[in-house]
């Protein structure tokens, strides 16, 4: 935290507005100050929880069919072509979504990053490939030669549709 902006907001402000202010400038999605009751911590709580599964909320509600494997974005789930049912994340579901949304398209980091992370948002520059590997894992008939989910070096991921 830079001490010098937080002296200057609390200067400007007083020190409970301006601990606030900072808070919620520095990234906060909300800030309580003691003392505090337990109901508006729980309720706190609770508005954040809404919000946050709200925007993690799979964007495809109805199946759709990626390479031969149907994808139930609804319950975290896709049907194999031979039948067998796997348990997918969030994050899957929402890779398989853009995917078959941009057939043929080599989709970089960047793109992926936004769909399934939200934009502006980087993780670890190895997340977005672990990701795919474990995917691959659980929906490629073949982990070694995958068809659905191809790797287009230096660029980034491609679904040939």
């Known amino acids: 935290m830079d001490v010098d902006r937080f002296k200057q907001y609390n200067d400007a402000f007083g020190h409970d507005e301006g601990d606030k ?20 911590l729980v309720a706190r709580v609770r508005a954040i929880s809404r919000r946050c599964y ?65 934009v502006g948002k980087y993780p670890n520059s190895r997340t977005l490939d672990q990701h795919i590997a474990k995917l691959r894992k659980k929906i490629e008939h073949d982990r070694k030669a995958p068809a659905i989910i191809r790797t287009v070096r230096g660029v980034g991921y491609r679904y040939d549709g």
């Open 21 to 40: 202010v900072l808070g919620l400038e520095l990234g906060a999605d909300d800030f309580i100050m003691k003392p505090f009751g337990m109901r508006e």
């Open 54 to 118: 709200e925007r993690s909320a799979p964007r495809a509600s109805a199946s759709f069919s990626i390479g031969g494997v149907e994808v139930l974005p609804a319950e975290l789930r896709a049907k194999l072509p031979n039948g067998d049912v796997v348990e997918l994340s969030l994050r899957e579901v929402n890779l398989l979504s853009t995917f078959a949304a941009h057939p043929g398209a080599v989709l970089d980091r960047d793109t992926l990053f936004g769909a399934c992370w939200g």
